[in-house]
């Protein structure tokens, strides 16, 4: 290798980073998993990977795209984040029985879940 004055050398210099893992030692991506369980009767869970800090929303959609509610929104740690579902709208009110739709977007991205809540 060279270093920047010019100087030669069998051995490289040392480069030190400071990133944020997994427990495999992966760097994280950006995810965000399938309901579970689905279907579900009381409650559902997802979990958000995120790689950096950013904005991120996650909101539950009826079959016509209609927002039933609002479970994330504002800027989030990086890492897992638990997402949970209690089946309510946002005025509080049970949803029906049938499929929903989860969308959450962060870093530019978007995803799309099903989940079938059943009563």
């Known amino acids: ?3 920047e004055r010019g100087n030669w050398s069998r051995v490289s210099n040392t480069l030190t ?11 994280p991506r950006l995810d965000f998993s399938a309901a579970f369980p689905s279907p579900a009767r ?4 997802f979990t958000l990977k995120l790689p950096r800090r950013s904005d991120a929303t996650v909101e539950v959609l009826d079959v016509t795209g209609r927002r039933v509610r609002e479970l994330v ?6 890492g897992e984040h638990d997402v949970v579902w209690n089946l309510q709208d946002d005025a509080g009110h049970l949803s029906r029985a049938g499929i929903y739709f989860v969308r959450a977007k962060a870093l530019g991205e978007q995803f799309l879940r099903r989940v079938v809540v059943l009563r």
């Open 1 to 3: 290798t060279r270093d």
């Open 17 to 27: 980073t400071l990133a944020v893992t997994d427990v495999n030692g992966d760097a």
């Open 42 to 45: 009381t409650t559902t869970h």
């Open 73 to 78: 929104r504002g800027e989030l740690d990086s």
